[in-house]
């Protein structure tokens, strides 16, 4: 399985590529960052995000693209920026038809690091353990989007287990599309008695 993971941003946008499957060793395919100057005008700036991450799905056509899912904070300007890059990034998957995932910031920190609380160092190290790199990519943008590739390969087994048994559960479900339709049976013919003949006697 090889997967692009995005770390979104407007500035900085991570971009990495893990290949390898749940419980064995992981291989780094490439990291980088998509860059931005901070005083271009937004439409600009957004059609930049897209054509760096249109560079990274050609170059490495990936099988999944993992993205991190945008999440409440305080700074509401750095969340738009978050939230628009990421838009970019799954359009530019789905129009490829490539799969696209969202993580969690706690999930990608509790499935690198076994803590959902981990900083950007812990995150960094064990991204740098995990793909056996000489030293933590950089900027933590880099290796956030390394993790979000690393979380996504890990977690996809589970989450199809899941997926099969909710469509199987779905499909048996009474009512469903898929499920054989329910008749009522049908009444029993009425059975209707010949009237008596006039001065007969019952």
């Known amino acids: 399985m090889r997967v692009l993971g995005v770390d979104p941003g407007l500035t900085r946008c991570g971009v990495g590529v893990v290949e390898g499957v749940a419980g064995r060793p992981l291989t780094m395919v490439g990291v980088g960052v ?6 271009a005008d937004l439409g600009h700036r957004l059609v930049a995000v897209e054509q760096g991450i249109e560079q990274w799905l050609d170059e490495h056509r990936p099988e999944y693209v993992a993205v991190e899912r945008v999440f409440s904070q ?3 300007r750095t969340v738009m920026g978050t939230a628009q890059a990421s838009a970019v990034a799954i359009l530019c998957a789905s129009r490829r038809g490539i799969p696209v995932a969202l993580h969690t910031p706690s999930e990608v920190k509790a499935a690198v690091t076994g803590s959902g609380r981990a900083d950007k160092a812990q995150v960094g190290a064990m991204v740098t353990r995990l793909l056996r790199l000489a030293a933590p990519p950089r ?3 880099a290796a956030d989007a390394l993790a979000l590739a690393i979380c996504h390969i890990w977690r996809a087994p589970a989450q199809n287990r899941l997926q099969r048994a909710v469509a ?8 469903s599309a898929a499920s054989p339709a329910t008749r009522s049976p049908a009444a029993p013919p009425s059975r209707r008695t010949a009237p008596h003949p006039k001065g007969s006697t019952a």
Do not use: F, K
């Open 34 to 39: 998509v860059r931005t100057p901070a005083d």
């Open 74 to 76: 305080h700074n509401v």
């Open 139 to 141: 900027p933590a943008d």
């Open 168 to 175: 199987l559960h779905t499909a048996a479900a009474p009512g």
